[in-house]
């Protein structure tokens, strides 16, 4: 039986037990309760890092979702494309404890790259041990569903 991959991946990094840091996964978990285009799946990436290899390769746009730290305000939506993200092509990789970027470069190395990425990085207020989004980035995740959303739809029109 062969497996028809959707074309479109949204993808959601993060530990969970670490508040903000599990925003891209708080992210996936309310986007699947949206009805979203067949085109689109969902994945709860966690903090797995080699193991996403075979969840990105050869998918047309990946859409990564992850608290991203910089100096902007807690909640801040930053955009990022592949290009500003994945390290030069001779960067040596391990397999060991491989972040999302370097999954992304593995990808690259391997010669099957998702064709199109698309980083949502949330800037985080709380990362400390606990289950619960701090208030502000609780506050916002409508936003963040919605600005998904428009990227989906910008996709896909």
Do not use: W
Request: one cysteine or more; hydrophobic letters at 45%.
């Amino acid at each position: 039986m062969t497996h028809t991959r959707t074309p479109i991946l949204v993808l959601g990094i993060g530990n969970i037990l670490l508040r903000d840091e599990g925003i891209g996964v708080r992210v996936i978990e309310a986007l699947g309760q949206q009805q979203l285009p067949d085109q689109v799946e969902l994945v709860d990436g966690g903090t797995a890092g080699a193991d996403l290899l075979d969840i990105l390769s050869d998918r047309q746009v990946v859409i990564i979702v992850d608290a991203a730290v910089f100096d902007a305000p807690p909640g801040t939506l930053l955009k990022f494309s592949s290009n500003d993200l994945l390290p030069p092509s001779q960067t040596a990789l391990s397999l060991h404890d491989l972040d999302i970027v370097q999954t992304l470069a593995m990808t690259r190395l391997l010669k099957c790259p998702p064709a199109k990425v698309i980083f949502l990085g949330i800037v985080p207020e709380i990362i400390e041990p606990g289950l619960e989004l701090s208030q502000t980035l609780q506050e916002k995740l409508a936003h963040y569903i919605q600005s998904i959303f428009q990227e989906l739809n910008a996709l896909i029109t």
